[in-house]
């Protein structure tokens, strides 16, 4: 698993990932050499998809190649990415693959194109790509055990704290420095006869799962062993991350959020009635637009306060894949290049869309200038960055693992005991991890 490891870190360290060994003077590179060609891309629902469509037009003008995308759900575009993989007939040549669910599955099935043969060949391949500029932690979630690279890191999401000033203001509370200190604070800022509320976050099963384990690791604990083959979720530490969960989400959160996922909870909060949320860096861009936004000029960013024992952001990483069994690899290729590309990657920023892992981009400053984020966002997804810790078992049956204990935490915000549910959820989910270790 990947653990207190900096982003930043230079990919040019480590020598599995010095894959471009020379360069070629004479390479015959042209961003052109598939025109006329049509690609299909899937993706999961979000803001870094969304930058990406609205570019499309440009990457045809760019190459000649057109384009068809769709985006689907996270919870269905799994599922069909898998269904279709399995057969052999994919429908895309693109994927988006979240790493943190999907990788085990995509390298048991060897499903994608190993892309080190793409980066190595300079006639294939931009001499402006710059492959040493994607941080060694990003690329690491995309590669196999057999050192294949089978996608390519474009999105290394990282969990923090957005808060609303003006309600901290109102009440005098100074934002907190720890997590027992949060649920105070939240507590506090709570007013339910004036439908103000100190926290909000995701308590729909499943989905709720990344919000559990950002307490999970305040206490310095993953959810499964590091062989992958020991569950640790009956432990102290992971019953005292269920009652704060628990506590929080029931104590001092609008009603009704046992059925939020990340879309309700940034709604909530933009309406200004909410002191605090913890999600996913990719949804800041809404909350500083005064046209979709109450708190315009009010939210803040930060990073998740420290747990007892340790001080981590849950991170995902997703990435672009391209099917072994596509027939259109060559603009495929092509396509995965501009996506993950470093201009790309400043548009994802300039529009709080995402993070993606390439240093270069982190250290221009004329990105900071130009952005309608404050500096204050930049320093929290560069502390968020370094202090990050993976905030999802990297195991096959992690979406089963999401159902299992997802259906425990809502059943929590029912009234359910986290201790007994916890248990139940663990002897439900033993088995499924021990047959797929069985299975290697």
Same mark, same amino acid.
């Given at each position: 698993?990947?653990?207190?490891?900096?982003?930043?870190?230079?990919?040019?360290?480590?020598?599995?990932?010095?894959?471009?060994?020379?360069?070629?003077?004479?390479?015959?590179?042209?961003?052109?050499?598939?025109?006329?060609?049509?690609?299909?891309?899937?993706?999961?629902?979000?803001?870094?998809?969304?930058?990406?469509?609205?570019?499309?037009?440009?990457?045809?003008?760019?190459?000649?190649?057109?384009?068809?995308?769709?985006?689907?759900?996270?919870?269905?575009?799994?599922?069909?990415?898998?269904?279709?993989?399995?057969?052999?007939?994919?429908t895309?040549?693109?994927?988006?693959?979240?790493?943190?669910?999907?990788?085990r599955?995509?390298?048991?099935?060897?499903?994608?194109?190993?892309?080190?043969?793409?980066? $190595?060949?300079?006639?294939?391949?931009?001499?402006?790509?710059?492959?040493?500029?994607?941080?060694?932690?990003?690329l $690491?979630?995309?590669? =196999?055990?057999?050192?294949?690279?089978?996608?390519?890191?474009?999105n290394?999401?990282?969990?923090?704290?957005?808060?609303?000033?003006?309600?901290?203001?109102?009440?005098?509370?100074?934002?907190?420095?720890?997590?027992?200190?949060?649920?105070?604070?939240?507590?506090?800022?709570?007013?339910?006869?004036?439908?103000?509320?100190?926290?909000?976050? $995701?308590?729909?099963?499943?989905?709720?799962?990344?919000?559990?384990?950002?307490?999970l690791?305040?206490?310095?604990?993953?959810?499964?062993?590091?062989?992958?083959?020991?569950?640790?979720?009956?432990?102290?530490q992971?019953?005292?991350?269920?009652?704060?969960?628990?506590?929080?989400?029931?104590?001092?959160?609008?009603?009704?959020?046992?059925?939020?996922?990340?879309?309700?909870?940034?709604?909530?909060?933009?309406?200004g009635?909410?002191?605090?949320?913890?999600?996913?860096?990719?949804?800041?861009?809404?909350?500083?637009?005064?046209?979709?936004?109450?708190?315009?000029?009010?939210v803040?960013?930060?990073?998740?306060?420290?747990?007892?024992?340790?001080?981590?952001?849950?991170?995902?990483?997703?990435?672009?894949?391209?099917?072994?069994?596509s027939?259109?690899?060559?603009?495929?290729?092509?396509?995965?290049?501009?996506?993950?590309?470093?201009?790309?990657?400043?548009?994802?920023?300039?529009?709080?869309?995402?993070?993606?892992?390439?240093?270069?981009?982190?250290?221009?400053?004329?990105?900071?200038?130009?952005?309608?984020?404050?500096?204050e966002?930049?320093?929290?997804?560069?502390?968020?960055? $370094?202090?990050?810790?993976?905030?999802?078992?990297?195991?096959?049956?992690?979406?089963?693992?999401?159902?299992?204990?997802?259906?425990?935490?809502?059943?929590?915000? =029912?009234?359910?005991?986290?201790?007994?549910?916890?248990?139940?959820?663990?002897?439900?989910?033993?088995?499924?991890?021990?047959?797929?270790?069985?299975?290697?």
């Open positions: 698993m990947i653990r207190r490891r900096s982003l930043l870190a230079a990919s040019a360290a480590l020598p599995i990932f010095n894959i471009v060994e020379t360069a070629n003077a004479q390479s015959k590179f042209d961003w052109k050499m598939a025109r006329g060609a049509k690609i299909e891309v899937n993706f999961q629902k979000g803001p870094n998809a969304d930058v990406l469509e609205r570019n499309h037009k440009k990457f045809e003008e760019l190459t000649g190649i057109k384009v068809g995308s769709e985006q689907i759900p996270e919870q269905q575009q799994r599922p069909k990415v898998a269904l279709e993989m399995s057969t052999g007939r994919p895309f040549d693109v994927v988006a693959v979240a790493l943190h669910v999907q990788k599955l995509v390298e048991r099935g060897r499903w994608m194109e190993d892309l080190r043969t793409w980066i $190595r060949n300079p006639d294939v391949t931009s001499p402006d790509f710059d492959f040493a500029d994607f941080a060694a932690p990003a $690491r979630w995309g590669t =196999g055990a057999d050192g294949a690279m089978h996608t390519l890191a474009s290394y999401d990282v969990w923090l704290m957005f808060w609303n000033q003006a309600l901290f203001a109102e009440k005098g509370v100074t934002f907190p420095k720890t997590m027992d200190e949060m649920l105070a604070a939240a507590r506090t800022l709570t007013d339910k006869s004036k439908g103000i509320y100190g926290m909000v976050g $995701r308590g729909l099963k499943n989905a709720n799962l990344p919000l559990y384990t950002s307490f690791m305040g206490m310095d604990q993953d959810t499964v062993s590091a062989d992958g083959k020991s569950l640790l979720m009956n432990t102290d992971a019953i005292w991350a269920g009652e704060m969960y628990k506590r929080l989400l029931t104590e001092t959160a609008p009603p009704g959020v046992i059925g939020f996922n990340w879309s309700e909870s940034q709604t909530s909060f933009s309406q009635k909410i002191a605090m949320w913890i999600d996913g860096i990719g949804f800041s861009a809404p909350l500083i637009d005064p046209n979709k936004s109450r708190i315009a000029k009010d803040r960013f930060s990073p998740v306060p420290p747990g007892p024992k340790s001080h981590h952001s849950a991170t995902f990483c997703s990435g672009l894949s391209i099917p072994a069994a027939k259109n690899k060559l603009a495929a290729w092509l396509y995965i290049q501009w996506a993950a590309g470093k201009e790309m990657g400043k548009e994802q920023v300039r529009l709080g869309a995402g993070t993606p892992p390439r240093a270069s981009i982190w250290r221009d400053q004329s990105i900071q200038q130009g952005s309608p984020f404050p500096k966002w930049f320093e929290t997804s560069a502390e968020c960055q $370094r202090i990050g810790r993976p905030g999802l078992p990297e195991i096959v049956s992690v979406t089963e693992f999401r159902d299992v204990y997802g259906v425990a935490l809502t059943n929590t915000l =029912g009234g359910a005991d986290v201790k007994t549910e916890l248990a139940k959820a663990t002897e439900a989910f033993k088995p499924i991890l021990d047959k797929e270790n069985a299975a290697g």
